[in-house]
């Protein structure tokens, strides 16, 4: 990986660093997945992550009359909205010097908190009306929309956590790599690369199990990771988001 050290990183301290980052973007990975999960499959057949699926699901309900279109449309909008709120936010930190990192990450975790209390205060553990429903997919849009944002402005390459096409083929590449007689590219971009592909499963796994408790508990316990990876964040004072200078994140 290249990227700018940390001030005041030890040398020897860079890989542990690296794993670190690694770490924390496989778990954001995970509560971005279990968010769609959640979504998809317990709040009216949308994504709040995936946007490319919510311009799918319009498209199928343009051509087809008994596809409802309103739910992604919601969703859309309030991505739109989540990536707006955090590149005011992110270029205004970033130009002062200020952790910028940790306060994105807290803002996101309370979204993310906001949407299952909603859910929760409003249906316990069962589907949340119409209503309702709608107001926590656009939080959790939103909220998504945000991370997105945050995660450009991160530049780490091969571990956007919301999606993972590119890296898909790149991992693919790699695979193949072990068949030719070209030598094996850099460790870690390989790590990076799996630990996206796992973390997508892992999170859309652990969603749909999660749903069993209900759509606002589910919510709950993915805030709750989400919080969990914002204090492991703050606690390591080395651990900064790399400027990338190669081109690797999904778009």
């Given at each position: 990986m290249t990227g700018a050290q940390a001030p005041g990183a030890v040398p020897g301290d860079q890989p542990r660093r690296e794993v670190r980052i690694v770490v924390v973007l496989?778990?954001?990975?995970?509560?971005?997945?279990?968010?769609?999960?959640?979504?998809?499959?317990?709040?009216?057949?949308?994504?709040?992550?995936?946007?490319?699926?919510?311009?799918?699901?319009?498209?199928?309900?343009?051509?087809?009359?008994?596809?409802?279109?309103?739910?992604?449309?919601?969703?859309?909008?309030?991505?739109?909205?989540?990536?707006?709120?955090?590149?005011?936010?992110?270029?205004?930190?970033?130009?002062?010097?200020?952790?910028?990192?940790?306060?994105?990450?807290?803002?996101?975790?309370?979204?993310?908190?906001?949407?299952?209390?909603?859910?929760?205060?409003?249906?316990?553990?069962?589907?949340?009306?119409?209503?309702?429903?709608?107001?926590?997919?656009?939080?959790?849009?939103?909220?998504?929309?945000?991370?997105?944002?945050?995660?450009?402005?991160?530049?780490?390459p091969d571990m956007p956590t919301t999606v993972l096409q590119i890296t898909l083929v790149k991992a693919l590449m790699d695979a193949l790599s072990w068949r030719s007689a070209a030598p094996p590219g850099p460790v870690l971009p390989r790590v990076r690369r799996l630990a996206t592909l796992c973390g997508v499963f892992v999170g859309a796994v652990a969603g749909a199990l999660l749903l069993r408790l209900g759509p606002g508990p589910a919510l709950l316990c993915v805030a709750g990771l989400s919080a969990l990876v914002t204090a492991f964040y703050s606690r390591a004072p080395r651990l900064r988001p790399p400027v990338a200078t190669e081109a690797g994140s999904d778009r």
């Open positions: 496989f778990a954001l990975t995970v509560t971005a997945a279990a968010v769609d999960a959640v979504t998809f499959l317990g709040l009216g057949h949308a994504f709040a992550a995936l946007a490319t699926g919510n311009v799918l699901l319009l498209g199928f309900g343009v051509a087809n009359a008994g596809t409802p279109v309103a739910r992604p449309a919601e969703a859309l909008a309030a991505f739109a909205v989540g990536v707006a709120a955090a590149h005011t936010l992110v270029v205004r930190l970033h130009r002062r010097g200020r952790r910028w990192f940790t306060r994105a990450l807290a803002v996101e975790t309370a979204t993310l908190l906001a949407a299952g209390l909603v859910a929760v205060g409003t249906s316990g553990r069962q589907t949340p009306p119409e209503h309702v429903m709608a107001l926590v997919v656009v939080l959790l849009a939103a909220a998504m929309g945000w991370r997105n944002r945050v995660m450009l402005q991160a530049g780490i």
